[in-house]
């Protein structure tokens, strides 16, 4: 069986606690999400209406209760000071493959945790059967691409236009990893 939705993991790192995401994290993502330079290479630019992440979060809480995706709200184990999160989404049981995704608060950038929630969250995709991981940037994201060289992800592809974004269509790598 792949990816049991009835069980949302904790995962534990050297330095960090991975546990599933909650509505009340919104205000912790909130200026995170608020951030110019953290959402440079989202689908989304910044925002500034806590109202909408709380909405943003809570769905994507809906999507754990539904079995489609898994968040964490990622925390040191030192203080448990709110990193960011990170996730395993589009879970497909049928192929057996999922989107991973992760985003930190710029105070924590540079210091390895994004390298070590997602190996983490690379590992419980394999254990839980998962054969395939996907993952985005925007052109330009050349911290994330970084990350996902360093997992063992190679570029599969480029999608031309695939957001749109204030106006304007953005391309997209597209990247793969098999497990």
């Known amino acids: 069986m792949i990816l049991?939705?009835?069980?949302?993991?904790?995962?534990?790192?050297e330095r960090l606690r991975l546990a599933p995401?909650?509505?009340?994290?919104?205000?912790?993502?909130?200026p995170i999400m608020g951030d110019p330079e953290v959402m440079a290479y989202w689908d989304v630019s910044e925002i500034d209406d806590p109202d909408i992440v709380a909405r943003?979060?809570?769905?994507?809480?809906l999507g754990m209760d539904e079995g489609?995706?898994?968040y964490w709200a990622m925390r040191t184990?030192?203080?448990?000071?709110?990193l960011g999160s990170c996730d395993l989404s589009d879970i497909?049981?049928?192929h057996r493959r999922a989107e991973v995704g992760f985003m930190l608060g710029r105070e924590a950038w540079g210091q390895g945790y994004?390298?070590?929630?997602?190996?983490?969250?690379?590992?419980?995709a394999g254990v839980g059967g998962v054969r395939k991981l996907v993952a985005r940037t925007?052109?330009?994201?050349?911290?994330?691409?970084?990350?996902?060289?360093?997992?063992?992800?190679?570029?599969?592809?480029?999608?031309?236009?695939?957001?749109?974004?204030?106006?304007e269509r953005r391309d997209c790598r597209l990247y793969g990893l098999l497990l």
């Open 77 to 82: 184990l030192a203080d448990g000071a709110f």
């Open 21 to 30: 995401l909650l509505a009340s994290d919104a205000g912790h993502l909130f």
């Open 92 to 94: 497909d049981r049928w």
């Open 4 to 13: 049991d939705p009835t069980r949302l993991p904790i995962l534990e790192t």
């Open 114 to 124: 994004a390298l070590e929630a997602m190996q983490a969250v690379v590992a419980f």
């Open 68 to 70: 489609r995706s898994i």
């Open 56 to 61: 943003i979060v809570e769905s994507q809480v």
């Open 138 to 167: 925007h052109l330009g994201n050349r911290r994330s691409e970084a990350l996902l060289t360093r997992l063992g992800f190679a570029e599969e592809g480029l999608l031309r236009g695939h957001v749109l974004r204030d106006g």
